[in-house]
Protein backbone atom coordinates (compact mmCIF):
# COMPACT_ATOMS: atom_id res chain seq x y z
CA UNK A 1 0.00 0.00 0.00
CA UNK A 2 0.99 3.54 -0.79
CA UNK A 3 0.00 6.58 0.60
CA UNK A 4 -0.12 9.91 -1.34
CA UNK A 5 -0.86 13.34 0.29
CA UNK A 6 -1.15 16.26 -2.07
CA UNK A 7 -0.10 19.98 -0.92
CA UNK A 8 0.73 23.16 -2.44
CA UNK A 9 -3.14 24.19 -4.52
CA UNK A 10 -5.04 27.24 -4.09
CA UNK A 11 -6.16 30.52 -5.70
CA UNK A 12 -3.94 32.37 -7.82
CA UNK A 13 -4.63 34.51 -11.13
CA UNK A 14 -3.71 34.07 -14.62
CA UNK A 15 -0.14 34.06 -15.51
CA UNK A 16 1.26 33.38 -11.46
CA UNK A 17 2.64 30.32 -10.25
CA UNK A 18 2.09 27.57 -8.04
CA UNK A 19 4.52 24.55 -6.39
CA UNK A 20 2.42 21.41 -5.37
CA UNK A 21 3.71 18.90 -3.57
CA UNK A 22 3.06 14.91 -3.41
CA UNK A 23 4.42 12.90 -0.41
CA UNK A 24 4.45 9.24 -0.92
CA UNK A 25 4.55 6.53 2.02
CA UNK A 26 4.55 3.27 2.91
CA UNK A 27 6.89 1.54 0.43
CA UNK A 28 9.90 2.02 -1.58
CA UNK A 29 9.72 5.69 -3.53
CA UNK A 30 12.20 4.99 -6.13
CA UNK A 31 10.48 1.66 -7.23
CA UNK A 32 7.75 4.08 -8.68
CA UNK A 33 7.17 6.33 -11.53
CA UNK A 34 5.53 9.13 -10.17
CA UNK A 35 2.54 11.34 -12.19
CA UNK A 36 0.21 14.29 -12.00
CA UNK A 37 -3.67 14.24 -13.41
CA UNK A 38 -5.92 16.79 -13.11
CA UNK A 39 -9.95 17.15 -13.41
CA UNK A 40 -11.84 19.77 -14.23
CA UNK A 41 -15.77 19.98 -13.11
CA UNK A 42 -17.78 18.14 -15.90
CA UNK A 43 -14.07 16.76 -17.57
CA UNK A 44 -12.46 13.40 -17.12
CA UNK A 45 -9.40 12.82 -15.33
CA UNK A 46 -6.19 14.25 -17.80
CA UNK A 47 -2.85 13.48 -18.01
CA UNK A 48 -0.32 16.54 -16.88
CA UNK A 49 3.14 15.02 -16.13
CA UNK A 50 4.83 11.83 -15.14
CA UNK A 51 8.33 11.30 -14.38
CA UNK A 52 10.48 8.18 -14.11
CA UNK A 53 12.47 6.34 -11.30
CA UNK A 54 15.43 8.14 -11.24
CA UNK A 55 13.90 11.16 -12.29
CA UNK A 56 15.79 11.62 -15.84
CA UNK A 57 13.09 11.28 -17.92
CA UNK A 58 9.61 13.22 -17.69
CA UNK A 59 7.02 13.03 -19.69
CA UNK A 60 4.23 16.37 -20.31
CA UNK A 61 0.65 17.12 -21.85
CA UNK A 62 0.93 19.12 -24.70
CA UNK A 63 -1.06 22.02 -22.82
CA UNK A 64 1.31 22.09 -20.12
CA UNK A 65 4.78 21.90 -22.17
CA UNK A 66 7.00 24.47 -21.58
CA UNK A 67 5.25 25.97 -18.35
CA UNK A 68 5.28 23.36 -16.03
CA UNK A 69 7.63 21.63 -14.68
CA UNK A 70 7.69 17.82 -12.40
CA UNK A 71 10.54 16.39 -10.23
CA UNK A 72 11.03 14.68 -7.56
CA UNK A 73 13.30 14.10 -4.49
CA UNK A 74 14.05 10.75 -3.45
CA UNK A 75 15.48 11.90 -0.32
CA UNK A 76 12.07 13.03 0.64
CA UNK A 77 9.96 10.98 -1.25
CA UNK A 78 8.31 13.86 -2.67
CA UNK A 79 7.41 14.82 -6.13
CA UNK A 80 6.53 18.34 -7.16
CA UNK A 81 4.58 20.22 -9.98
CA UNK A 82 5.72 23.69 -10.56
CA UNK A 83 3.70 25.23 -13.10
CA UNK A 84 4.17 28.61 -14.26
CA UNK A 85 2.35 30.78 -16.91
CA UNK A 86 -1.23 29.62 -15.14
CA UNK A 87 -4.17 29.86 -17.31
CA UNK A 88 -7.66 29.66 -16.51
CA UNK A 89 -7.96 26.52 -18.41
CA UNK A 90 -5.89 25.01 -15.71
CA UNK A 91 -8.07 25.14 -13.10
CA UNK A 92 -8.94 22.07 -11.75
CA UNK A 93 -7.73 19.39 -8.80
CA UNK A 94 -4.86 18.25 -9.57
CA UNK A 95 -4.18 14.53 -8.24
CA UNK A 96 -0.74 12.73 -7.90
CA UNK A 97 -0.36 9.00 -8.37
CA UNK A 98 2.21 6.08 -8.49
CA UNK A 99 2.62 3.53 -11.60
CA UNK A 100 5.42 0.18 -11.11
CA UNK A 101 4.38 -0.19 -14.92
CA UNK A 102 6.74 1.31 -17.16
CA UNK A 103 4.26 2.15 -20.61
CA UNK A 104 1.32 4.13 -20.07
CA UNK A 105 2.27 6.30 -18.33
CA UNK A 106 -0.06 8.89 -20.01
CA UNK A 107 -3.79 6.74 -18.87
CA UNK A 108 -5.37 6.80 -15.55
CA UNK A 109 -6.06 3.20 -15.37
CA UNK A 110 -1.86 2.36 -15.71
CA UNK A 111 -1.90 4.13 -12.20
CA UNK A 112 -2.29 1.86 -8.57
CA UNK A 113 -2.96 4.38 -6.01
CA UNK A 114 -4.25 7.95 -5.88
CA UNK A 115 -3.68 10.76 -3.83
CA UNK A 116 -6.95 12.75 -1.98
CA UNK A 117 -6.21 15.69 -4.81
CA UNK A 118 -5.65 19.64 -3.95
CA UNK A 119 -7.73 22.45 -5.77
CA UNK A 120 -6.22 25.02 -8.09
CA UNK A 121 -8.08 27.38 -9.42
CA UNK A 122 -6.57 30.72 -11.46
CA UNK A 123 -8.76 33.63 -11.62
CA UNK A 124 -8.83 35.35 -14.99
Known amino acids: QVQLVESGGGLVQAGGSLRLSCAAS????????MGWFRQAPGKEREFVAA????????YYADSVKGRFTISRDSAKNTVYLQMNSLKPEDTAVYYC?????????????????WGQGTQVTVSS
Open 51 to 58: IGRSGGST
Open 26 to 33: GRTFSNYI
Open 97 to 113: AVTVRGWGLRIVESYDY
